[in-house]
């Protein structure tokens, strides 16, 4: 079985920070691109960031120069660094990473459980 895993989420104050981790975890090959998605109440899922297995990244508009993606392909584990928080910050947010499977070998798609982040004083 493969499994993604949050944590890192929580109640912060507007300008504040927060570091979320996503660790991939299970019989796998190998994991390709990871990212990180959030949805707001009654709101669609949006895509906020995604890397590469290379290292190239790509972020919204809404968090270019606040928040930055990096992740350690030896742990298959992604980060979210969040600075200069806004209330308009808060939603769930949900890992996503491409993940070779040992048990069929075949690539798939997987998604964490999701952690809050409320950004509010």
């Known amino acids: 079985q493969v499994q993604l895993v949050e944590s890192g989420g929580g109640l912060v104050q507007p300008g504040g920070s927060l570091r979320l981790s996503c660790a991939a975890s299970g019989s796998i090959v190998r994991v390709n691109a990871m990212g990180w998605y959030r949805q707001a109440p009654g709101k669609q899922r949006e895509l906020v960031a995604t890397?590469?297995?290379?290292?190239?990244?790509n972020y919204a508009d809404s968090v270019k120069g606040r928040f930055t993606i990096s992740r350690d392909n030896a742990k298959n584990t992604v980060y979210l660094q969040m600075n200069s928080l806004k209330p308009e910050d808060t939603a769930v947010y949900y890992c996503?990473?491409?993940?070779?499977?040992?048990?069929?070998?075949?690539?798939?798609?997987?998604w964490g459980p999701g952690t809050q982040v409320t950004v509010s004083s």
């Open positions: 996503n990473a491409d993940i070779l499977r040992r048990a069929t070998m075949t690539w798939l798609a997987y």
């Open positions: 890397i590469s297995s290379g290292g190239s990244t």
